[in-house]
C-alpha cells in the first residue's frame, strides 16, 4: 500500500517519549517521503520541535484541554481533520487503539494488548520482555514485528540553534557567567524511591565545581522545590543558581546542552540530556538500568548492588539501602573520570 502520512501515537511521559525516539527514525527511514506527524502530550511536544525527522505534532491532553470523554473525541476530531493513512499506537492502553479507530486513521498498527486487537488492522502479538531488555526495543519490537526494516535504536536529540539561544538567555538572567556549569536534578518523578539524597548531590556538585572553576545548576519540576532547596542550601551562594519551577520542556533541553557534566537521578532529564550527548552520571537504586538507563557513550550509571533490586516500589518498604548505600565519594570520583573523558 501506498503509505503518504503516518500519525504516531507518542508515549506520554519524557523517558519513554526518548526511549521511543530509535523507532520514530526507524519509521522515517522505512516511510522517507511520508508526512511523519505525533500525537502528543503538552509536557513532551518540544522534544520533537529540534528533531527533523519529525513533520509536525498534534495535541492531545487528556488531564487538561481534552479531559474526559469529550475531550477524547475533541483529539479524534483533530486527527481526523488531518487525515491520516496510518496511525502507530507506540503505548499499550487500549485508549490510544481507540483513538486512532475514531479518528478514522485507515491504516492502525500497535500491539495486541488490553483487549484491543479488535481496534487495530494490524496487530503484533507482545511476546514476554527479557529480562534486561532496554526499553527503546519495545518499540522498534513493535515495527519490527510489523516487518518494517530496524536498526539498533538512535535515540539522539538535536536542538534548533534558537532552543539553545533561548537557555543561554535564561541561564544568564539567573546569574550565569557564560563559563562551566555542573548541572544538578535531584528529583525524579512519581518516586520517592528513585531519589539519592539531595545533600550528597550538593556534596558532589561543589567538588566539581571548586575543581572547574564552574558553576552549578539546580534543574527540577515545580514540584520538587524542597529537593532544589536542600541542594541550594548545600552550595555556596556565589557559585549556585537555581532553575527549578522555571524551566520549559524547550528551556530544560538548551540548558542541558550547556552542562559539562549532569548530575541527575533515573528520571526523564536523564534520558534527555543522555540523548543530547551530555556527560550524564545517574544514580541508580530500585530500577534497572539495563531496561531504562540512559542511552549514549556519554552516560554513566552508578548504583550499589542490593538483592532487592530491582523493585516496583515507589517508597522504600525497608531502609532504602540501594541509595543509601551509593556515597559521595563514590559518585564524585566516578564524575570526576567522566568530566576528563
Ligand atoms: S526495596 Fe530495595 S531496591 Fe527497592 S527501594 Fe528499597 S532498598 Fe531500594
Same mark, same amino acid.
Given at each position: 500500500?501506498?503509505?503518504?502520512?503516518?500519525?504516531?501515537?507518542?508515549?506520554?511521559?519524557?523517558?519513554?517519549?526518548?526511549?521511543?525516539?530509535?523507532?520514530?527514525?526507524?519509521?522515517?527511514?522505512?516511510?522517507?517521503?511520508?508526512?511523519?506527524?505525533?500525537?502528543?502530550?503538552?509536557?513532551?511536544?518540544?522534544?520533537?520541535?529540534?528533531?527533523?525527522?519529525?513533520?509536525?505534532?498534534?495535541?492531545?491532553?487528556?488531564?487538561?484541554?481534552?479531559?474526559?470523554?469529550?475531550?477524547?473525541?475533541?483529539?479524534?476530531?483533530?486527527?481526523?481533520?488531518?487525515?491520516?493513512?496510518?496511525?502507530?499506537?507506540?503505548?499499550?492502553?487500549?485508549?490510544?487503539?481507540?483513538?486512532?479507530?475514531?479518528?478514522?486513521?485507515?491504516?492502525?498498527?500497535?500491539?495486541?494488548?488490553?483487549?484491543?486487537?479488535?481496534?487495530?488492522?494490524?496487530?503484533?502479538?507482545?511476546?514476554?520482555?527479557?529480562?534486561?531488555?532496554?526499553?527503546?526495543?519495545?518499540?522498534?519490537?513493535?515495527?519490527?514485528?510489523?516487518?518494517?526494516?530496524?536498526?539498533?535504536?538512535?535515540?539522539?536529540?538535536?536542538?534548533?540553534?534558537?532552543?539553545?539561544?533561548?537557555?543561554?538567555?535564561?541561564?544568564?538572567?539567573?546569574?550565569?557567567?557564560?563559563?562551566?556549569?555542573?548541572?544538578?536534578?535531584?528529583?525524579?518523578?512519581?518516586?520517592?524511591?528513585?531519589?539519592?539524597?539531595?545533600?550528597?548531590?550538593?556534596?558532589?556538585?561543589?567538588?566539581?565545581?571548586?575543581?572547574?572553576?564552574?558553576?552549578?545548576?539546580?534543574?527540577?519540576?515545580?514540584?520538587?522545590?524542597?529537593?532544589?532547596?536542600?541542594?541550594?542550601?548545600?552550595?555556596?551562594?556565589?557559585?549556585?543558581?537555581?532553575?527549578?519551577?522555571?524551566?520549559?520542556?524547550? *528551556?530544560?533541553?538548551?540548558?542541558?546542552?550547556?552542562?559539562?557534566?549532569?548530575?541527575?537521578? *533515573?528520571?526523564?532529564?536523564?534520558?534527555?540530556?543522555?540523548?543530547?550527548?551530555?556527560?550524564?552520571?545517574?544514580?541508580?537504586?530500585?530500577?534497572?538500568?539495563?531496561?531504562?538507563?540512559?542511552?549514549?557513550?556519554?552516560?554513566?550509571?552508578?548504583?550499589?548492588?542490593?538483592?532487592?533490586?530491582?523493585?516496583?516500589?515507589?517508597?522504600?518498604?525497608?531502609?532504602?539501602?540501594?541509595?543509601?548505600?551509593?556515597?559521595?565519594?563514590?559518585?564524585?570520583?566516578?564524575?570526576?573520570?567522566?568530566?576528563?573523558?
Amino acid at each position: 500500500m501506498t503509505v503518504n502520512s503516518i500519525l504516531v501515537y507518542a508515549p506520554s511521559w519524557i523517558g519513554d517519549s526518548v526511549m521511543s525516539l530509535g523507532a520514530v527514525r526507524a519509521l522515517r527511514e522505512n516511510y522517507p517521503s511520508a508526512r511523519l506527524a505525533i500525537l502528543t502530550r503538552p509536557w513532551v511536544q518540544e522534544l520533537y520541535s529540534g528533531c527533523d525527522i519529525v513533520d509536525d505534532t498534534i495535541l492531545y491532553d487528556p488531564r487538561g484541554a481534552d479531559l474526559g470523554i469529550e475531550g477524547f473525541f475533541r483529539a479524534a476530531g483533530r486527527v481526523r481533520r488531518e487525515g491520516f493513512d496510518v496511525g502507530v499506537v507506540f503505548p499499550n492502553a487500549f485508549r490510544a487503539a481507540a483513538l486512532v479507530r475514531v479518528a478514522g486513521v485507515r491504516e492502525r498498527w500497535g500491539y495486541a494488548t488490553e483487549s484491543r486487537g479488535f481496534l487495530l488492522t494490524k496487530r503484533v502479538p507482545q511476546a514476554p520482555r527479557p529480562f534486561g531488555r532496554h526499553q527503546s526495543h519495545f518499540y522498534l519490537d513493535l515495527l519490527s514485528g510489523l516487518g518494517l526494516a530496524v536498526a539498533e535504536p538512535d535515540t539522539s536529540l538535536t536542538l534548533t540553534p534558537a532552543m539553545r539561544e533561548a537557555a543561554r538567555g535564561l541561564l544568564e538572567r539567573h546569574g550565569w557567567k557564560g563559563g562551566a556549569l555542573v548541572g544538578v536534578h535531584p528529583g525524579a518523578t512519581n518516586s520517592r524511591a528513585k531519589v539519592w539524597k539531595a545533600s550528597r548531590f550538593a556534596e558532589v556538585a561543589v567538588r566539581l565545581a571548586e575543581e572547574h572553576d564552574a558553576q552549578v545548576v539546580v534543574l527540577g519540576g515545580v514540584t520538587e522545590g524542597e529537593l532544589a532547596a536542600e541542594v541550594q542550601r548545600g552550595l555556596p551562594p556565589n557559585i549556585a543558581l537555581t532553575l527549578q519551577g522555571r524551566t520549559s520542556l524547550a *528551556d530544560l533541553m538548551g540548558v542541558l546542552a550547556e552542562l559539562s557534566v549532569f548530575l541527575t537521578n *533515573d528520571s526523564g532529564p536523564m534520558h534527555l540530556s543522555a540523548a543530547l550527548g551530555v556527560r550524564t552520571l545517574a544514580v541508580f537504586g530500585p530500577t534497572d538500568a539495563r531496561e531504562t538507563g540512559p542511552v549514549g557513550a556519554r552516560a554513566l550509571v552508578v548504583r550499589e548492588p542490593v538483592d532487592c533490586s530491582p523493585c516496583v516500589y515507589r517508597d522504600c518498604p525497608i531502609d532504602h539501602r540501594c541509595m543509601e548505600r551509593v556515597s559521595a565519594q563514590r559518585v564524585y570520583e566516578e564524575a570526576s573520570t567522566l568530566v576528563a573523558s
